[in-house]
């Protein structure tokens, strides 16, 4: 690998008043690289997310942003340094168009916002058809996407995804599949928290599994793709995706 990773995470750990949620996490994330980082309910992907893009001041660890060290530094600093969260809930605001918020997001991007508009409007052609529509008269999966692409319009260099696919039909998670694409083409470094572990095993590159705060496991995705029961016993549960897709023997 040739200079910095996009993001680096070195031993990350979060507390909620005494309990330790997040505890010694690592992520390396390369541009252009999608991340999965999986774990069942209450694991810890959210903290994490969180704890890099500022929103919680880790107990123990660093961050680094392209090489730069954001470790404790408010949100919308590590924000203006490049970080873009797409948050599990929120993200937009019922009384804003859809055209209003990518315009919105426009004013304090990196150049090329304009086109980054058309792209997200071509990516999401559901978002172009309801631009003129406040968030409140849109469905929940149609938000999620309107956050991922006024997310994507300031010009991030990583993007950390929380639950994309939520709430969304298999053709919108389709054209989830393609605007992570091209996210990736235009070498913006990605992590991926999801429920779906096909879908971000799909997307990903390399995997890092969660249990209770802690990485149990980290592999390419390729190889928890092709042995589904690996992630089922390092997560403790079956996912009836993955229990449908393991060989029977
Ligand atoms: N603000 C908070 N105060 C106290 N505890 C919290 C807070 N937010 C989360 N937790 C706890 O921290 C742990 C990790 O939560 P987190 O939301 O990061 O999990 P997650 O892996 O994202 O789960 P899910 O898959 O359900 O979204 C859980 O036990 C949760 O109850
Ligand atoms: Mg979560």
């Known amino acids: 690998m040739t200079g910095p990773s996009a993001l680096s995470v070195r031993g990350l750990s979060v507390r909620y008043g005494s309990a330790t949620v997040v505890s010694g996490v690592d992520l390396e994330v390369p541009p252009g690289e999608v991340v999965a980082l999986l774990g069942r309910n209450g694991s810890g992907k959210s903290t994490v997310l969180r704890a ?14 392209a ?7 408010p949100a919308h600093e590590v924000a203006r340094c490049g970080v873009g969260l797409v948050p599990e809930r ?5 009384g804003l168009t859809v055209l209003e918020h990518l315009r919105l997001a426009s004013l304090r991007a ?16 559901v978002l172009s058809v309801a631009g003129a529509r406040p968030a409140r008269a849109l469905s929940g999966g149609e938000r999620r996407m309107l956050a991922l692409a006024a997310a ?24 989830l599949d393609r605007a992570v694409a091209r996210l990736t083409e235009r070498g913006i ?22 249990r209770r705060g802690r ?10 793709l092709a042995d ?22």
């Open 52 to 65: 890099v893009a500022g929103l919680i001041r880790p107990a123990a660890g660093s961050v680094a942003v």
């Open 67 to 73: 090489g730069l060290d954001v470790t404790g530094r």
């Open 90 to 94: 929120g993200g937009t605001f019922s």
């Open 110 to 125: 990196a150049p090329g916002a304009g086109e980054r508009i058309a792209e997200a409007l071509e990516d999401f052609p």
């Open 152 to 175: 994507f319009v300031r010009g991030p260099g990583v993007m950390l995804l929380d639950e994309p696919s939520l709430g969304l039909a298999p053709r919108a998670a389709a054209a």
């Open 189 to 210: 470094a990605i992590v991926v928290v999801e429920q779906h572990v096909r879908l971000a095993l799909a997307l990903a590159g390399r995997a890092y599994l969660l």
């Open 215 to 224: 990485t149990v496991l980290e592999a390419p995705a390729a190889e928890l």
């Open 228 to 249: 589904p029961r690996l992630v089922e016993a390092y997560l403790g549960a079956p996912d009836p995706a993955l229990a449908a897709a393991a060989p029977r023997g």
